[in-house]
């Protein structure tokens, strides 16, 4: 990763220097930062979100005040009401921006900074940049122990922040001035670098960030860091269309490389010229229209039946900017075709060496450019795509049905719930989802119309994701329509960011589901011998477990009491009402339903198995059984080599 001056006019005096604490000599530095790609320019950080305390109030908090926060503000301040949250929403707004401009998080010491962990690791799992600025300790630990400080007897230089270093893609501790020259230059480069990217942390002590220093006027010049497209090497390339070319049922498997990328065009280029089937990850869906002949869906545990058939007789299997995930194995299930071979393209090297595979060592872009050069004249056979078709055709058929309602007095199911949001949306909607049931549905079901629609973050499947990056989403992207997907599991996890979406005006659709509990992990606590156990929200029975009447709350007026529109909806016809009113509000809305959860027409099940172990002796019949099933399915794992 290069960074080159920007042109500011007259570069600084040599020798030139500039008396500012750390803290404001970062938020300059922070200001004067930008990210280029195919000659368009953007700012590599664009806002820092805050929660103050004694660990950043005085440091970063006074930088950002004094640095102004009117209209063009160098760095802008947003105020949120949860550390995890912050992180979801800075990831939310950077990958709406395709990773070319990202948020910085500051937080004070102690519980503030912990708090980071969770959303630094979802940043780091998804590949997506973003900028954590904890407070710490005193760096001259003249107050030691202060407060909220841990104590560690063994090691006088460890703090509660070193938790983020197996979280963070770069980690640095900045404890004098001058070090934050080389730190900050170091963080820039991770961030901007599409292989390395993610959370990249840089902890800064409480007293070093008021302190004093003379820093050079070049370090504030303006820097654009160029975004790399590395072309694949030619002798890459031949033996990756050689392998195409001999290839009688090649896939493709569309990861989030794609969107990252920004490399739909070329993969639809490639699709359209070759007749290659392409299934999608949780991350890559919508690489292609739902309605593309080439799309076959999601692939995997929660993919679509036709993709998993195509996944299991394919003798080639074309990853591109994919990491393989077991949800896309089918934790090594589903590629059975006794001779399958795997050609990966990534920019990655780690990722284009997974499943012993042939390596295209590049970007998305760049490299289904040049295979699809490679691969001139060549096309599927029509008997395949023919199959294939008729695989898409029926899947199709799937989805109306399990979609399809009544406008009766009935509760919808989740799949309708579904169906109605697919017949408001359009092209230019968001829709955000991260966790429970409501994944696999998506993933079977949705049919995303554009490369952006398609919002899932199953890389790190974390529950309360959702309300804060539709925030971040929204904040990139102003003009589109975005809708936060929750169960009551996923709510009650995290609800605080109603209140920013409120202070801020940031009219973001919450679609809040009641069903009473962790209806997702319920299901699989079924299927491996748990009996539902721990997963209702129901009041204690008389033999102490969850199973009596459910609980009595409201989280439509938990969502008003912090200041969203809500709207109640009972039937289908209802919801359809309530959905379009959301849409076309300019204030923040919350869609409440109650599901049935005893649906007659379930959504359809998984088209391939996911390993959840199961306990290998008990005496209770449920996990015997289970047992006995997984067994028949693990026999079938293999390495691929």
């Known amino acids: 990763m290069s960074s080159v001056p920007g042109p500011t006019g007259e570069a600084p005096a040599s020798g030139a220097t500039r008396r500012l604490t750390v803290a404001q000599a970062l938020v300059r530095f922070l200001a004067a930062q930008y990210t280029?790609?195919?000659?368009?320019?953007?700012?590599?950080?664009?806002?820092?979100?805050?929660?103050?305390?004694?660990?950043?109030?005085?440091?970063?908090?006074?930088?950002?005040?004094?640095?102004?926060?009117?209209?063009?503000?160098?760095?802008?301040?947003?105020?949120?009401?949860?550390?995890?949250?912050?992180?979801?929403?800075?990831?939310?707004?950077?990958?709406?921006?395709?990773?070319?401009?990202?948020?910085?998080?500051?937080?004070?010491?102690?519980?503030?900074?912990?708090?980071?962990?969770t959303g630094a690791a979802l940043a780091t799992v998804n590949r997506i940049p973003v900028l954590l600025l904890p407070g710490d300790t005193f760096a001259t630990r003249i107050a030691d122990p202060v407060l909220q400080q841990i104590e560690v007897a063994s090691a006088g230089d460890v703090s509660v922040n070193d938790a983020l270093r197996p979280v963070s893609r770069w980690f640095d501790r900045v404890h004098r001035p001058e070090a934050l020259i080389p730190a900050a230059l170091q963080a820039m480069r991770v961030l901007a670098d599409p292989a390395e990217t993610g959370?990249?942390?840089?902890?800064?002590?409480?007293?070093?960030?008021?302190?004093?220093?003379?820093?050079?006027?070049?370090?504030?010049?303006?820097?654009?860091?160029?975004?790399?497209?590395?072309?694949?090497?030619?002798?890459?390339?031949?033996?990756?269309?050689?392998?195409?070319?001999?290839?009688?049922?090649?896939?493709?498997?569309?990861?989030?490389?794609?969107?990252?990328?920004?490399?739909?065009?070329?993969?639809?280029?490639?699709?359209?010229?070759?007749?290659?089937?392409?299934?999608?990850?949780?991350?890559?869906?919508?690489?292609?229209?739902?309605?593309?002949?080439?799309?076959?869906?999601?692939?995997?545990?929660?993919?679509?039946?036709?993709?998993?058939?195509?996944?299991?007789?394919?003798?080639?299997?074309?990853?591109?900017?994919?990491?393989?995930?077991?949800?896309?194995?089918?934790?090594?299930?589903?590629?059975?075709?006794?001779?399958?071979?795997?050609?990966?393209?990534?920019?990655?090297?780690?990722?284009?060496?997974?499943?012993?595979?042939?390596?295209?060592?590049?970007?998305?872009?760049?490299g289904l450019e040049a295979l699809t050069g490679a691969l001139s004249g060549h096309h599927v056979t029509h008997a395949y795509r023919d199959e294939y078709g008729a695989g898409k055709a029926r899947w199709e058929q799937i989805v109306e049905t399990v979609y399809a309602a009544e406008d009766g007095s009935v509760r919808p199911t989740q799949t309708q719930v579904l169906g109605a949001l697919d017949s408001v949306v359009g092209d230019e909607d968001v829709v955000i989802n991260a966790a429970g049931s409501l994944p696999g549905d998506l993933h079977k079901l949705w049919r995303a119309r554009s490369p952006r629609q398609y919002h899932l973050e199953y890389g790190y499947s974390c529950m309360g994701y959702e309300i804060p990056a539709a925030i971040g989403v929204r904040l990139a992207a102003p003009d589109r329509p975005v809708w936060a997907l929750v169960g009551d599991g996923t709510y009650l996890m995290l609800p605080t960011e109603l209140v920013t979406a409120v202070q801020e005006g940031v009219n973001i659709n919450v679609v809040l589901l009641q069903n009473h509990g962790y209806a997702s992990i319920g299901g699989l606590s079924e299927q491996t011998g748990g009996e539902r156990f721990g997963t209702a929200y129901r009041y204690r029975a008389a033999d102490g477990s969850y199973t009596g009447a459910p609980l009595p709350v409201d989280l439509a007026a938990n969502a008003a009491s912090l200041g969203m529109d809500v709207i109640r909806a009972e039937t289908v016809a209802e919801l359809r009402e309530g959905l379009a009113a959301a849409r076309s509000s300019e204030r923040p809305t919350c869609v409440y339903v109650e599901t049935d959860t005893s649906p007659k027409t379930p959504a359809p099940p998984a088209s391939a198995w996911w390993d959840v172990v199961v306990a290998e002796t008990s005496e209770r019949p449920a996990a015997r059984e289970a047992r006995a099933e997984y067994e028949r399915h693990a026999a079938a794992r293999r390495r691929h080599l």
């Open 199 to 366: 959370a990249v942390t840089l902890a800064l002590p409480q007293d070093v960030q008021a302190e004093a220093y003379d820093w050079p006027a070049e370090f504030f010049a303006e820097r654009v860091w160029h975004v790399r497209r590395p072309a694949p090497e030619a002798a890459e390339v031949a033996a990756a269309a050689t392998a195409v070319l001999a290839a009688r049922r090649p896939l493709i498997i569309a990861g989030g490389g794609v969107h990252h990328s920004e490399a739909e065009d070329a993969l639809r280029a490639l699709t359209d010229a070759t007749g290659i089937p392409v299934a999608s990850t949780q991350a890559g869906k919508g690489s292609l229209r739902h309605d593309h002949p080439c799309d076959v869906g999601g692939i995997g545990h929660t993919g679509t039946a036709v993709a998993d058939d195509l996944a299991r007789t394919a003798d080639l299997v074309i990853g591109v900017g994919t990491r393989y995930t077991d949800f896309t194995t089918a934790s090594g299930t589903l590629f059975a075709e006794p001779h399958v071979r795997f050609l990966n393209l990534n920019i990655a090297p780690f990722d284009s060496h997974k499943m012993a595979a042939l390596p295209l060592v590049a970007d998305a872009r760049a």
């Open 36 to 117: 280029e790609r195919d000659g368009r320019r953007h700012r590599l950080v664009d806002a820092c979100w805050g929660i103050f305390g004694h660990g950043n109030v005085a440091g970063i908090g006074q930088a950002l005040l004094e640095s102004g926060q009117g209209e063009g503000a160098p760095l802008r301040y947003l105020q949120g009401r949860n550390e995890q949250a912050m992180v979801h929403a800075a990831v939310g707004y950077a990958r709406q921006r395709d990773r070319l401009s990202a948020q910085a998080v500051t937080t004070s010491i102690g519980p503030g900074a912990t708090n980071l962990v």
